[in-house]
Nanobody, 128 residues
Framework: VQLVESGGGSVQAGGSLRLSCAASGFSEDSYAIGWFRQVPGKVREIVSCINSSGGGTYSADSVKGRFTISRDDAKKMIYLQMNGLKPEDTGRYSC??????????????????????WGQGTQVTVSS
């Protein structure tokens, strides 16, 4: 089981990045996928998540209207398009997979404790 993130980097405020999460070793189309952000000294927080069918998403209030999560199950990829980046978006972004209690991944939960598998993360730094 592996989740590998890519696409992070350093940008100026107002810029854009697209993060990618490559899934392998499991049936990711039965899992909800979440993107989380962690800053040193702070609790890991949800950025956005998408359910297994792709029809249900959740985004933190701080990123609504700026970030978009999507998935391409044929490619086993999950994306986070980030526009209008702000310095407070800086952090290490990780993707995680959750099969859910019934094994369907049809519900996308904002709590990191629900998730079964995690990637190593990719760093995003936004300068003012």
């Amino acid at each position: 089981v592996q989740l590998v993130e890519s696409g992070g980097g350093s940008v100026q405020a107002g810029g854009s990045l697209r993060l990618s999460c490559a899934a392998s070793g499991f049936s990711e189309d039965s899992y909800a996928i979440g993107w989380f952000r962690q800053v040193p000294g702070k609790v890991r927080e949800i950025v956005s998540c998408i359910n297994s069918s792709g029809g249900g998403t959740y985004s933190a209030d701080s990123v609504k209207g700026r970030f978009t999560i999507s998935r391409d199950d044929a490619k086993k990829m999950i994306y986070l398009q980030m526009n209008g980046l702000k310095p407070e978006d800086t952090g290490r972004y990780s993707c995680a997979a959750d099969r859910g209690m019934d094994g369907s991944g049809e519900v996308c939960f904002p709590s990191p404790y629900e998730y079964d598998f995690w990637g190593q993360g990719t760093q995003v730094t936004v300068s003012s």
